[in-house]
């Protein structure tokens, strides 16, 4: 067996599980967001009344939404920009907590009529 030397231009072997965990991460920013969100809606508040558009308009909005702004932001940080790597992943993490916030006042909103919004 020959042992291959690397050379200077080879990309490290991190980018890809970088860009796997950047997919992993905003999937479960997504998922989290979601299920502290939308949990009046879901659950029913005055009467039992239920917003079911939450599971087929949120939810995938938030599951599918997030880990690809979370891959969009590492590639264009880490490939297109090319900066170092550490950079890029705070990038990516101050991107997705800004949409992880963005989100949970988004579900805020559309939840406000479950929820007990009176002094009472």
Do not use: K, N
């Amino acid at each position: 067996m020959a042992i291959r030397e690397s050379s200077a231009d080879e990309r490290p072997v991190t980018r890809g599980w970088a860009g796997c965990l950047a997919v992993v991460g905003g999937f479960a920013t997504g998922a989290v967001v979601w299920f502290l969100g939308a949990a009046p809606g879901v659950r029913g508040g005055f009467e039992g009344e239920r917003d079911l558009s939450l599971l087929y308009v949120e939810l995938p909005l938030l599951l599918f939404g997030m880990p690809a702004l979370a891959l969009a932001v590492w590639a264009l940080a880490a490939g297109v920009l090319r900066v170092r790597e550490g950079l890029a992943a705070l990038m990516m993490v101050g991107v997705l907590a800004l949409a992880a916030w963005a989100g949970a006042e988004w579900l805020d909103v559309r939840t406000a009529p479950f929820t007990r919004g009176g002094p009472w």
